[in-house]
């Protein structure tokens, strides 16, 4: 067994539900241009944190002295299908599925650290590496669709054949050589059915990605007062919004999330709005300690909250 099967296996061992290996070589001129042409038409919005850091962005090697490696991992979350809460009184607002889970940053992190002492365990010497999920600049879809992991579909996600859109991804940089895998392939044929799902017209039919009108953008890394004309298509989305990976053909035969070390909270689908009104910090802190759902702040959740309350009333 070769070092790169040696490591996909204990990746897999390790809880991953695909793990791929690519170069650290640029992605692709192409991309390089869509992402330039993305960000220089404003569709970023207020994420200013996407317009630093541009050639590290495009290179992983410029993240990492000597990089000649990435290992691609995705971790299917898909959530498993719950009942809808009956003993609610009061408006309810959903949350996005990747959110009822506990904060994939901390788990993605921790377990490609033991994949990274797996790998010291297999070379001589000492080895250079850098672990990113999310916050380093890495241009995380291109590189996973050049490490096999799937294709980047019309909703913009990376799709994997078998498990779908709901997956989340991490990269370890490495100074190892190690044999790359070949480019996923696949694509969206005819199907469109994510941008006639998207309520706000985020997703342009020119193929374009608008993250100034997606509601996830909106819920979380917009601050202050949203536009009206935005508001009153949030319906009762208080955190982020799956209708785009939901109408997706690939997410309905995907496997739900099987991963019993990844904690999946089945009360977070749904939160009541009154409670979330009535927290303070303290307590905002202390039930959402483990969660992404603490990204926006409690102020930005109670606006969402608010704007909630007003779609159905």
């Not at 569709?43 to 090697?61: D, H, L, T, V």
Request: aromatic share 8%; charged share 25%; proline share 4%.
């Amino acid at each position: 067994m070769s070092l790169s099967e040696e490591i996909k296996k204990e990746a897999l061992e390790l809880g991953f539900d695909l793990v791929g290996i690519t170069d650290a070589s640029p992605i692709e001129a192409r991309q390089v241009e869509l992402l330039r042409g993305w960000l220089e038409a404003g569709y970023a919005g207020r994420m200013s944190y996407m317009q630093r850091n541009f050639e590290k962005r495009i290179c992983p090697a410029n993240l990492l002295e000597g990089a000649r490696s990435v290992i691609c991992l995705g971790l299917n979350y898909k959530p498993p299908v719950t009942h809808k809460r009956t003993d609610v009184t009061t408006p309810i607002g959903r949350i996005a599925g990747y959110a009822q889970y506990e904060n994939y940053h901390t788990f993605i992190s921790r377990h490609a650290h033991k994949l990274v002492e797996f790998v010291k365990s297999l070379v001589t010497g000492d080895i250079g590496f850098r672990v990113c999920v999310d916050s380093p600049p890495v241009a995380e879809r291109a590189l996973a669709q050049r490490a096999h992991l799937g294709f980047i579909g019309r909703n913009h996600t990376l799709i994997n054949p078998e498990f779908g859109p709901q997956i989340f991804l991490g990269e370890i940089i490495i100074d190892v050589e190690l044999q790359a895998d070949e480019a996923g392939n696949g694509n969206c044929a005819s199907c469109n059915k994510c941008v006639q799902a998207c309520p706000t017209g985020a997703l342009r039919t020119d193929g374009q990605f608008d993250a100034r009108r997606c509601i996830s953008y909106l819920t979380i890394e917009h601050k202050g007062e949203m536009p009206a004309d935005l508001a009153v298509r949030i319906g009762d989305r208080l955190f982020g919004c799956d209708e785009c990976i939901l109408a997706c053909p690939y997410q309905e035969r995907a496997p739900a999330w099987s991963n019993n070390n990844f904690r999946f909270y089945e009360d977070r689908a749904e939160l009541s709005l009154t409670e979330v009104l009535n927290l303070d910090e303290e307590s905002f802190d202390a039930k959402f300690a483990d969660s992404v759902i603490k990204r926006p702040g409690l102020e930005t959740l109670k606006r969402n909250a608010r704007i909630c309350l007003a779609n159905t009333a």
